[in-house]
Structures are given as C-alpha cells and as structure tokens.
C-alpha cells in the first residue's frame, strides 16, 4: 500500500484479485469517489472476492474474468481510460493450492489439471501426456530450474508407454523414481520444480507477464504506480529487466533499488510469502 498510494478518488487495478485481500485494502483507502477494477481468470477466485467486496457498493468495484495479458481489451470493456495504480500479485492463490481437485499441489492426489481458468486451454494431464520427451525436458528445466530434468522427461515417457498419467500422485510417484538420493534430500519436495513448471507451462504465464507489463506503461496516468509481487526467479528477472528497459527510455522511475522482500515475523505469519518479492515503478510525470 505504501508503494501504490491508493488515496480517494483514485483509480485502481488489482489485475490479480484472487480472494480479495489486497483489493480490500486498497478500496479501504480510495473510496469515497475512487474505483477498482478486479481482474482474475479464475472464475472461483472472482465469486469469493465479489462476496468478499460486496460491502463497497456495485459502482465502486468492477469485476472481469480475463487473462492480464489483456488488460488493455479489458479497460476498454470496463470503459476505464488509465489507471493510478496496478498490482499483479503473481502466481497462483492459496485457495487454488489449497483445493485439491485443482491438480495444482504434489501434497494431494487429484486429477492433473493446474489451469487457472478452467474454461481454456491444455490442461497438465494433456501435457504430460502428449509433449515429446525434449519438450517435457526443456519446459522442466527451464520453468523449474530442475537439474534432474531430463531423467524426470525420460521417466514421464517411459510411464506413458504402460498407461495414462492422470493424476498429481502418479506423476509425484514418477518424480520420486526418477530423481537420485541427492536430490531427495533437500529443502523441497523433489516435486515442487516440476509441478512449478508445469503450472506455468500450461497457463503460459511467463509470457502473459511480460505482455501485461508492456501494455502496463500504456495504462497508467502520470505518476501512477505499477506494482508486481512474484514468487520466483524467473518472474522476478522479467519484472527487473522490463522496469529497468522503461527507466533508461524516461518512462518510469524505479521505487527500489532492490526488492523488497518479507521479514521473519511476516514469514512466521504466512509462510507463503517466504519467497515473495515486490517490486514497483513509477510513471514519469510529463
Ligand atoms: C497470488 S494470487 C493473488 C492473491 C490476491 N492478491 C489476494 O489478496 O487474495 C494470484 C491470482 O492471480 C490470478 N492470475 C494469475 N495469473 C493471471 C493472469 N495471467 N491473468 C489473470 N489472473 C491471473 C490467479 O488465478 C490467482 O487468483
């Protein structure tokens, strides 16, 4: 909130809504006169957010399924011109981690589907079940940062030759398999490189990032504030490279050196926000 300055009569885009949390906190703060604009392209998320933000009033908050690589199409839907602020809180929501049927956690058995928005796209099963073996190994890889990718590709391939990989316990089975002693013994799950890749594999989330980024700058009035909270390295390095890209062209002005991260009180609170790192970034004024 310090970095967005939500005041009243402000006008907000909380581009990832999820359960409502920080929007609430930002209405809180631009109301009377201000509007948020709630985006998610999961259709659960959106219902708890609409109930949870119900006391603001209908004209105060305008809600949107959609994919933020569209936020332009969006704010033209909504009729909104530009914005004082945006937030994209990266990644997937507790909620979506917490529900097991979402395929998105090693810790439960469900079918493999890790899509945000149910409505589109590849789910993880069809993936996994039908990506050559250098796919798998490369998108393990490089989305994951895994070192035993190709073994975890070899494994997948020769599983699928006995039958279909349908649900997140066989592929964790198949992950423990496949990786050495080394590799299962240490501070994660052997899981947890490989289903990250997945996830962002099948919501294409790197390159949805990069184009909400770009078409960010577009959408915001002067001195307004972009604001981006992301869970991993490759994420991060985007966020850094396209902020740093827009500062040396006079477009926006860098709010921290460097990220800021969450203290141990905070991680002792919520130990999902252990890997979170929030950056921000200016408008230029004109
Ligand atoms: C970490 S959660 C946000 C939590 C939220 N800040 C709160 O206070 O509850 C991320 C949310 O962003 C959504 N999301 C991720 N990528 C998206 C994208 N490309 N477009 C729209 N929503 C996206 C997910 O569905 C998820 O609900």
């Given at each position: 909130m310090e970095a967005l300055s939500p005041a009243p009569g402000k006008i907000f885009a909380d581009c990832t809504l999820g359960l409502g949390g920080h929007a609430e906190a930002m209405l809180e703060r631009i109301i009377p006169g201000g509007k948020l604009i709630g985006i998610d392209r999961d259709n659960e998320a959106l219902d708890i957010a609409r109930e949870r933000l119900r006391r603001f009033g209908e004209t105060n908050v305008l809600f949107a399924q959609g994919n933020f690589d569209d936020l332009k199409a969006i704010f033209e839907r909504l009729n909104i011109g530009k914005a004082d602020g945006l937030l994209l809180d990266?990644?997937?929501?507790?909620?979506?981690?917490?529900?097991?049927?979402?395929?998105?956690?090693?810790?439960?058995?469900?079918?493999?589907?890790?899509?945000?928005?149910?409505?589109?796209?590849?789910?993880?099963?069809?993936?996994?079940?039908?990506?050559?073996?250098?796919?798998l190994s490369r998108l393990i890889y490089e989305y994951g940062e895994e070192r035993f990718s190709r073994r975890i590709a070899r494994a997948i391939i020769e599983e699928r030759k006995r039958g279909r990989i349908d649900t997140t316990a066989k592929l964790v089975d198949i992950i423990m398999r496949a990786v050495p002693y080394k590799g299962k013994h240490g501070r994660v799950h052997p899981a947890t490189r490989t289903f990250q890749a997945l996830r962002i594999a099948v919501n294409d989330e790197l390159k949805a990032l990069e184009k909400a980024l770009d078409d960010a700058i577009g959408l915001l009035n002067p001195s307004g504030v972009i604001c981006v909270i992301s869970y991993h390295s490759l994420e991060d390095r985007i966020v850094k490279n396209k902020f740093k890209e827009a500062k040396s062209k006079g477009i926006l002005d860098v709010l921290y050196k460097k990220p800021l991260t969450p203290d141990e009180g905070e991680i002792e609170d919520n130990p999902r926000s252990r890997s979170a790192k929030l950056r921000a970034a200016r408008m230029v004024r004109e």
């Open positions: 990266l990644g997937v929501s507790s909620m979506q981690l917490d529900k097991a049927q979402r395929g998105f956690s090693f810790r439960y058995d469900a079918p493999l589907d890790m899509r945000m928005d149910k409505g589109a796209g590849l789910t993880a099963e069809e993936l996994v079940n039908r990506a050559p073996e250098a796919e």
